[in-house]
Structure formats: structure tokens, C-alpha cells
């Protein structure tokens, strides 16, 4: 299940909102230096080439969001805005 958050980066104290998490028929994807999203349906896995439309580098399997300001993963959801599926 995804959920929307609010998250407060412990390198740059910059708070943001983001989703994270699988949906119930499709699997999250991140890219590792740009952090676009990307949900793959179960049924495309074997198919799908782990390129970032946005940037071209490598999408893979990151449960934790970006930091849009400091670009670091070390952040830690402060307040839960809603379940998604």
C-alpha cells in the first residue's frame, strides 16, 4: 500500500510531501539521481528496462523519497495525509 506523507530531511531540515510505497497491482520504481516515480503493473516487471524517462539513469527499487532541496534519503515521515491503492 502507498502512502502520501510529510517528511522532515534530517540533513537540510527541508519538510516535504511525497508518496512512497507499491500499489496493490503495480510495484514502485525511483530513479536513484533524480527520484521520478514510476509504477510498473506486476505483469510488465519482465519488460521494463530500469531507464528513467526523466534523466535517462537507472530506476530501482527505493523506499525512501528525495529531498528536492539537499538531494539526500535521509528523511523521516513526520505525518501520514492518506493510504493510497
Do not use: W
Not at 500500500?1 to 507499491?22: I, P, V
Not at 503495480?26 to 509504477?39: G, I, L, M, Q, T
Not at 534519503?73 to 491503492?85: G, T, V, W
Amino acid at each position: 500500500m502507498a502512502m502520501r506523507s510529510t517528511y522532515l530531511c534530517q540533513e537540510c531540515s527541508n519538510r516535504f510531501d511525497a508518496t512512497r510505497g507499491d500499489l496493490m497491482k503495480a510495484k514502485e520504481f525511483r530513479c536513484v539521481s533524480c527520484d521520478s516515480v514510476k509504477y510498473i503493473p506486476h505483469a510488465e516487471l519482465e519488460t521494463f528496462d530500469y531507464k528513467c524517462a526523466d534523466c535517462g539513469d537507472k530506476m530501482d527499487v527505493i523506499k525512501i523519497p528525495m529531498c528536492p532541496v539537499c538531494k539526500k534519503r535521509n528523511n523521516k515521515a513526520e505525518k501520514l495525509l492518506m493510504m493510497i491503492d
